[in-house]
């Protein structure tokens, strides 16, 4: 079964950027969809951005126009860019594939600080 690790966490100001990295253990070929999700302290983990083997993607709300998601196949590594971070964007961030089977990363600490 394929492994996730994201890395690129970290602490950054507001208004700042950020790319986070996922890189897979094996082929990403075999996964229809990889998204990245997010979750901070007390509140449910949410979507941030999805995309598609074909590459069509979507977006929360909140991050539309600020975030990007891309996937690197070749690479086996999907990113998240993250412009104009806010502090509401602080949360553990999570990758995620689906395929025939289902497989979540450990995830990656970011914290915007005001």
């Known amino acids: 079964q394929v492994q996730l690790v994201e890395s690129g966490g970290g602490l950054v100001q507001a208004g700042g950027s950020l790319r986070l990295s996922c890189a897979a253990s094996g082929s990403i070929f075999s996964f229809n969809r990889m998204a990245w999700y997010r979750q901070a302290p007390g509140k449910q983990r949410e979507l941030v951005a999805g995309i598609f083997i074909g590459g069509s993607s979507n977006y929360a709300d909140s991050v539309k126009g600020r975030f990007t998601i891309s996937r690197d196949n070749a690479k086996n590594t999907v990113y998240l860019q993250m412009n104009s971070l806010k502090p509401e964007d602080t949360a553990v961030y999570y990758c995620?594939?689906?395929?025939?089977?289902?497989?979540w990363g450990q995830g990656t600490q970011l914290t915007v600080s005001s």
């Open positions: 995620y594939a689906l395929g025939g089977y289902s497989v």
